[in-house]
Nanobody
Framework: VQLVESGGGSVQAGGSLRLSCAASGWAVTSACLGWFRQAPGKEREGVAVADKKGIMTYADSVKGRFTISRDNAQNTVSLVMNSLKPEDTALYYC???????????????????WGQGTQVTVS
């Protein structure tokens, strides 16, 4: 199983970025796919997840600004981030799991598969 993120970068506050993640090694149609992030000095936190039925869950801090989408035919999941704030600065990870699909605190311990991360910096 491999998750490869792309699309990170630097942007000014109020700007937008799109993250993409390609999954390979197994069919992901039955898995929860999503995004977590970790800012310097902080714990990892859930950002958004989409289950196999396409039901999406967002952290309160990103609701109305971020949109997650998944393409089961392409085995990809994307995150469109609008109205970015400096506090969105973090290393963003693509995640997958066959059982769990949540962004509650501590959920990072539940996800089995992680990408290498892509940096998002908002100034």
């Amino acid at each position: 199983v491999q998750l490869v993120e792309s699309g990170g970068g630097s942007v000014q506050a109020g700007g937008s970025l799109r993250l993409s993640c390609a999954a390979s090694g197994w069919a992901v149609t039955s898995a929860c796919l999503g995004w977590f992030r970790q800012a310097p000095g902080k714990e990892r936190e859930g950002v958004a997840v989409a289950d196999k039925k396409g039901i999406m869950t967002y952290a309160d801090s990103v609701k109305g600004r971020f949109t997650i989408s998944r393409d089961n035919a392409q085995n990809t999941v994307s995150l469109v981030m609008n109205s970015l704030k400096p506090e969105d600065t973090a290393l963003y990870y693509c995640v997958a799991d066959l059982v769990w699909c949540t962004v509650v605190p501590g959920a990072d311990q539940k996800f089995d598969y992680w990408g290498q991360g892509t940096q998002v910096t908002v100034s």
